[in-house]
């Protein structure tokens, strides 16, 4: 009861002195600060009632250090008392979540991260052992959130993840693959930039791989004893783990030794060195030289950009000994060696930092992936031999290799780092006396009569009477490995020309702003924008949104010049941009080297500036929105991008309906012929034809030859399928667009439908305005087919026309839609010729074959002799046509009477051999005679014959 009374009273107490924490024996049931305070409990229960705010001495059973001390020695007691780990557990999160202490909260995270590990008993391990533990059983994000929890330098993790990696990829089979290898350094190099890992000892684990004995004597005993025991512990790390001390599982797990953080700095550095002298073994020049460039990037700060941490006289030795490793590589690669590799990795893989901007150098500045700009310079630099200094190189391979690589670095844009490389090995190289040279020229510093004689000289160039661009055509034919470097210099020169700029105040602006002006001229700049993208190396997505932009800005204020175009565009006056034709935008849309970018820029500026949110000053107007939806559906098509070509027509189908509604068809048609694709967008033709407007299509005039082609035979096709029965809208559109044959065919059809109203009956005269209708269609038609050439179907419309007009003349006969019956009876009978020869043609019924019977009723029986001559003039002569009509005679049974005829007929055959024989035959022995005596070659015949 006094216990109770008292713990009440002193929680009713407002307000404590604190007094600061410190740490004293626990507090037992025995100790006498708790006997004195139960001794006062009957004291406290006699006094009278006590007001709300009582003073501190009259309850005075000790400060807060008695309640901190009391509270701890409960806790401990507690987790010792607790049966189960699952209840220890279960207290650490309470004090955890309650704030009860920090230690608490650092013991119930050690806790999850052990149980997530499977290392419950291990907490009560001090805090190196344990990072240690979950370092050998490979658990790095856990020993990196131990080592966080606890105030840890988290470095010697970070190194033994690396070298865990790198030993679980020498055991496998990738190890013997130098790209496989290549990958790993890059992927150690990610580990160590990801966990802001120490300059100084990642650039030595990438040193002591590539070159143990530069390692050795590198590092101090000092550096190595920091680099090894990097686990620096707090001072009450061992106590949090003796709070569990007394929970101690039954199955203790081993301790292991800190193997890699035990022994002295020098030794560690020792066998680390002799470790790597086995794995240096396997590694080709070409990966020494990329470990070192990434060690080198480290002690020199480029990865972490702070202050280098080695001196500049090793990084010199470093940078001296990367150099000849590269040279190295290239004298194998050009020797045919399986070391060295066709593409400089270290200079083309942007994935590593730049070594090659050295401490001290001026750095250069980069346009896109290319330094388009250079140091002021204002004499050529040659390099000088020093006096008792051996040359590092030493043979002709390596002298070539050392001209590569000053090559490459001056067409990766690196000016500086080239010469200064040059000058390093005291190399006199003729890419770096020529880049020079260029630069000097270009930036106007000498003039090509002041340039030093050793150019001259070296490149066997005479310079007189020739000015400076002349001269730096001539200087870059002579560039050997630095030809783009070279190249780059001179456009931009052109470039600051063109611009009516300096070649220095040029530089000094942004390369896209340079790149505008230079495109705003329009299409006599194209061929030099090209090149100025290509050869400073200019991001392609940055340049398709300034291509987008810049169309923008030009044709958007000028969008009424395009109502003009059709009466005023002529070839040539295509200076605006709203009139460009599509040659000249696809031209543009290829300087970027991604058109689809380019469509999807348009696209997205037409979707920003049409929404309801978009500012009213930067609306569209429908006639812009038009053009660009245009433009965009170009740039698709370039590259066959179907993805965007979609993309355009669902756009163009979500926006018909508002152009519609606004009556902007126009713009509606104008969009249509634009994008040309008229069977995807067959329901803008329908909607035309729905609200009569199908005519705004017809009319369009002006039109490229290509598109006008590709429009009629898609408005011909769309009319045929959808609209059969509208004759009148088939010949607008064949009158519009000079069809010529197809409006030659609507006139056939026409002609063709009015016969057959017309039918075989008599038309007498009242059908007479009826058949010179049918005549002029048919004349029309033929002329226009002749225009077409198509000379078949013209025959046909003539020959029915002949056959109308023999119609016109014989009102009493009906000549029309015969069947071949009756057009049969009529060349029997009708005794003018060339009337029948017209109704024949008209029929297609003039084979000589069906002459037979007309010629043998007409001469032979009626003796129509000038049906016979007419014949004769007309057609061609033919030994069957006399054999037929013999036979007609010989099966005839009347011939009474018909054998003048017959024998007339005969004497009209020009081949008197044949004459003779059809006379024989026939029985005409008094012409056969006269033959045999008019030509004596046929008395041999007939002497020949009479054996027989």
């Not at 050869?535 to 987008?548: D, H, P, Q, T, Y």
């Not at 009213?616 to 053009?627: F, M, N, Y």
């Amino acid at each position: 009861t006094t216990t109770t009374t008292s713990n009440r009273r002193v929680a009713g107490t407002p307000t404590v002195v604190v007094s600061p924490i410190s740490r004293g024996p626990p507090i037992t049931p025995t100790s006498p600060e708790l006997a004195a305070f139960g001794s006062r409990g009957p004291a406290l229960q006699q006094q009278p009632q006590a007001p709300l705010s009582p003073p501190l001495s009259e309850f005075d059973v000790g400060d807060w250090t008695w309640v901190h001390r009391t509270a701890e020695a409960l806790v401990r007691q507690l987790l010792d008392a607790a049966p189960t780990e699952y209840e220890r557990q279960h207290i650490l999160r309470l004090l955890a979540e309650t704030q009860f202490s920090d230690r608490y909260v650092r013991l119930h995270k050690t806790c999850q991260i052990l149980g997530s590990c499977g290392l419950d008993g291990a907490v009560y391990l001090p805090s190196r052992d344990i990072v240690q533990l979950l370092i050998n059983q490979g658990h790095f994000p856990e020993a990196r959130a131990y080592a966080r929890t606890h105030g840890m330098n988290e470095d010697a993790i970070t190194l033994a993840q690396v070298e865990h990696y790198l030993k679980e990829f020498q055991s496998s089979c990738l190890w013997a693959d130098e790209g496989a290898r290549t990958a790993l350094w890059q992927r150690c190099q990610r580990v160590f930039k990801q966990h802001h890992c120490a300059p100084l000892l990642a650039g030595t684990f990438f040193l002591v791989k590539a070159d143990a004995t530069l390692a050795q004597t590198a590092v101090s005993e000092d550096a190595a004893r920091r680099n090894r025991d990097a686990l620096v512990t707090l001072s009450e790390e061992d106590e949090d783990s003796s709070v569990l001390a007394s929970a101690t599982p039954t199955t203790t797990p081993t301790t292991p030794t800190a193997g890699g953080a035990a022994g002295g700095g020098g030794e560690a550095v020792a066998a680390e060195g002799a470790t790597a002298a086995s794995l240096q073994d396997a590694l080709t020049a070409r990966e020494r030289a990329t470990l070192l460039a990434m060690a080198y990037n480290w002690f020199n700060g480029a990865v972490t950009n702070q202050p280098a941490v080695k001196p500049i006289q090793f990084l010199q030795e470093l940078e001296n000994r990367i150099w000849l490793l590269r040279i190295t590589v290239e004298a194998d690669r050009a020797a045919g060696s399986a070391a060295g590799l066709q593409q400089d990795s270290i200079l083309a893989n942007p994935g590593l930092p730049n070594i090659w901007e050295l401490e001290g150098t001026s750095t250069v500045r980069c346009w896109g992936t290319a330094d388009a700009s250079a140091p002021d310079l204002t004499e050529v630099v040659v390099p000088a031999r020093t006096r008792g200094r051996p040359s590092l190189i030493r043979t002709p391979a390596e002298e070539r290799a050392l001209d590569v690589i000053i090559g490459r670095l001056f067409d990766a844009g690196h000016i500086v780092q080239a010469i200064n490389l040059a000058l390093q090995f005291e190399y006199v190289s003729k890419d770096a006396l020529l880049v020079q040279a260029i630069l000097l020229l270009a930036q106007e510093s000498m003039l090509p009569g002041t340039l030093p004689a050793i150019i001259r000289t070296t490149f066997d160039v005479d310079f007189s009477g020739m000015g400076t661009s002349a001269v730096l055509e001539l200087l870059v034919t002579k560039a050997q490995f630095a030809k783009d470097c070279c190249k780059r210099i001179v456009l931009n020169f052109k470039a600051a020309k063109a611009l009516n700029m300096s070649y220095k105040a040029m530089l000094a602006r942004e390369a896209f702003r340079i790149l505008r002006f230079l495109l705003l001229p329009g299409e006599s700049h194209f061929e030099l924008a090209r090149s100025f993208i290509e050869l400073n190396k200019l991001r392609s997505g940055e340049v398709s949104m300034l291509l987008a932009s810049l169309f923008v800005a030009q044709v958007v204020p000028h969008i009424g010049a395009l109502s003009r175009q059709r009466s005023q565009h002529t070839e040539g006056e295509n200076n605006s941009w709203v009139l460009w034709s599509d040659d000249t935008f696809t031209q543009y849309a290829g300087l970027g080297g991604d058109p689809a970018q380019l469509g999807k820029c348009l696209l997205d500026h037409i979707r920003t500036n049409i929404a309801p949110e978009a500012p009213e000053d930067e609306k569209l107007s429908v006639a812009a929105e038009s053009l660009l939806i245009v433009r965009a559906h170009s740039c698709f098509v370039l590259v066959c991008s179907m993805d965007g070509i979609e993309a355009v027509l669902k756009f163009v189908r979500e926006r018909i309906p508002v152009y519609k509604k606004l009556g902007q068809w126009d713009c509606i048609v104008r969009t249509l012929i634009g994008i040309r694709r008229f069977r995807e967008m067959e329901y803008i033709l329908d909607l035309l034809f729905a609200h009569h407007k199908f005519e705004l299509i017809l009319n369009q005039k002006n039109l490229p030859e290509d598109v006008r082609s590709y429009l009629k035979l898609a408005l011909r096709d769309y009319l045929i399928r959808r609209h059969p029965q509208d004759t009148e809208m088939m010949q607008m559109l064949s009158l519009c667009f000079s069809m010529h044959r197809e409006i030659g065919e609507n006139r056939f059809q026409v002609a063709s439908q009015q016969l057959r109203l017309l039918g075989n009956r008599l038309p007498g005269s009242a059908k007479k305005d009826d058949l010179l209708f049918i005549m002029q269609m048919l004349s029309e038609a033929g002329s226009n087919l002749m225009r077409e050439d198509c000379p078949r179907r013209a025959r046909r419309c003539l020959t029915l026309g002949r056959l109308v007009a023999l119609q016109v003349q014989m009102v009493d006969v009906s000549i029309l839609n015969m069947d071949d019956v009756k057009v049969a009876s009529f060349m029997r009978e009708h005794p003018n010729f060339k009337e029948s020869l017209i109704v024949a043609q008209a029929y297609e019924k003039e084979r000589l074959s069906n002459w037979i019977v007309p010629l043998y009723h007409q001469a032979v029986t009626l003796s129509n002799f000038k049906f016979l001559e007419e014949f004769l003039e007309t057609m061609q002569r033919s030994g069957s046509i006399y054999h037929d009509v013999l036979s007609c005679y010989q099966r005839d049974s009347e011939k009474d009477g018909k054998l003048e005829n017959i024998q007339a007929f005969l004497e009209t055959c020009p081949d008197v051999g044949l004459q003779y024989r059809l006379a024989v035959d026939a029985g005409l022995q008094q012409l056969a005679s006269s033959l045999v005596q008019q030509h004596l070659f046929l008395k041999d015949q007939v002497a020949a014959r009479k054996p027989l």
